[in-house]
């Protein structure tokens, strides 16, 4: 049978599966916290290299506890300039990533 077959049957019957473990949250939003204006309008393209760069910051949840990871790209290569890992979660992680990617591009 298709799952899709057996979602739509279990939804139908108002029936759920299990879900294991539990949800962590691991950001909060604040409701007074002033938002970032989004400079670039959702467009990550660039005309030439160095000229846009976008950065994140996720986790990894291994066996045990998280592993957090920064880093930037250069949206013109779509390449990782910079990037950082660390097992705790602090503003110098995403820093350090910049940080990585300006000596890696030369930049003074």
Same mark, same amino acid.
Do not use: H, K
């Given at each position: 049978? %298709?799952?899709?077959?057996?979602?739509?049957?279990?939804? =139908?019957?108002?029936?759920?599966?299990?879900?294991?473990?539990?949800?962590?949250?691991?950001?909060? @939003?604040?409701?007074?916290?002033?938002? @970032?204006?989004?400079? +670039?309008?959702?467009?990550?393209? %660039?005309?030439? @290299?160095?000229?846009?760069?976008? $950065?994140?910051?996720?986790?990894? #949840? @291994?066996?045990?506890?998280?592993?957090? +990871?920064?880093?930037?790209?250069?949206?013109?290569?779509?390449?990782? +300039?910079?990037?950082?890992? $660390?097992?705790?979660?602090? $503003?110098?992680? %995403?820093?350090? %990533?910049?940080? =990585? #990617?300006?000596?890696?591009?030369?930049?003074?």
């Amino acid at each position: 049978m %298709a799952r899709c077959t057996v979602a739509r049957l279990m939804r =139908q019957l108002g029936l759920r599966g299990v879900v294991r473990g539990r949800r962590i949250r691991t950001t909060i @939003p604040g409701d007074e916290a002033e938002r @970032p204006e989004d400079l +670039v309008e959702r467009a990550f393209c %660039a005309e030439r @290299p160095n000229r846009l760069w976008v $950065s994140d910051l996720t986790y990894v #949840a @291994p066996w045990r506890g998280f592993v957090y +990871v920064a880093f930037v790209i250069d949206a013109f290569s779509r390449r990782i +300039v910079g990037w950082r890992v $660390s097992n705790s979660l602090r $503003s110098d992680l %995403a820093l350090d %990533a910049l940080e =990585q #990617a300006l000596w890696e591009r030369d930049f003074e």
